[in-house]
């Protein structure tokens, strides 16, 4: 499902160059859950946003579904990106001014041709999450652990083949965070592949594997 072979990030501030990843080799196999660990600074961040094709590497690769997803231009990353992974993020990143339907359905906003029952998926996918009688309400009208289970249903609205979580436990309290990391889980036993980044050790341990990454070079690769 996913590998990256060498692959180097190197940015220059100042007269500096912070190595973000330094040679990072992994794989990652359909269906696996996976956590990111490590200390602020250690390059958690900038491999997130490789594998979610926020970024490119200065050298070596990426491939997704067997497709080296380094090698696309913005175009094609950002049409891959919207098909293929969805993001869950420790702030939510719903829009104020919508309500939980419209939320949901953003995705759609960016898709090329019919959009194959967008619609009645996100329907399905609120009822899942316990909220179906929350359709109507705009965030401001939600709890913490409402807000992250419609971002979990728009990052999963378009069946990616990669959800990709940061933090998404980290502004919610213990019960809302413990909710969440249990639908987490329930959508991993579903078959879906999770690569969540996290520096809390118990929520690390909730995964399958944790890879461990400390001044962008990959420190230790541990399976349960």
């Known amino acids: 499902m996913v590998r990256m072979e060498a692959v180097t990030r190197h ?25 990111i ?5 250690s390059g958690k ?18 491939y997704l579904e067997d497709q080296d997803v380094s090698a696309f231009d913005d175009e094609r990353a950002s049409d891959f990106r ?8 420790q702030s939510f990143h719903l829009l104020p001014r919508l309500n939980v339907l419209e939320n949901v359905l953003l995705p759609r906003r960016f898709l090329r041709g019919p959009d ?34 419609v971002a979990i249903a728009r990052a999963l609205l378009m069946q990616p083949a ?14 809302s965070a413990a909710d969440v990391l249990a639908l987490i889980e329930e959508v991993h036993a579903a078959g ?13 341990a909730r995964a399958q594997r944790q890879l461990g ?5 990959l420190e230790f690769d541990t399976a349960h």
């Open 11 to 35: 940015y220059r501030v100042g007269g500096q160059v912070i190595k973000a990843l330094d040679g990072v080799n992994f794989e990652i196999p359909a269906g696996q859950f996976t956590a």
């Open 116 to 149: 194959d029952g967008l619609e009645a998926r996100a329907l399905q996918l609120l009822e899942r999450m316990g909220l179906s009688r929350h359709l109507a309400h705009r965030p401001n009208q939600l709890s913490g652990g409402q807000m992250q289970r």
């Open 213 to 217: 990454i400390r001044d962008g070079s």
């Open 82 to 89: 919207n098909r293929r992974i969805g993001f869950v993020f």
């Open 45 to 62: 961040s900038t491999l997130l946003n490789m594998l979610g094709c926020l970024d490119r590497p200065d050298s070596g690769r990426y």
């Open 192 to 204: 879906q592949t999770v690569v969540l980044v996290t520096h809390d050790t118990d929520v690390a």
């Open 37 to 41: 660990v490590g200390p602020s600074g």
């Open 162 to 175: 990669l959800l990709l979580a940061d933090e998404p436990t980290g502004n919610l309290d213990s019960r």
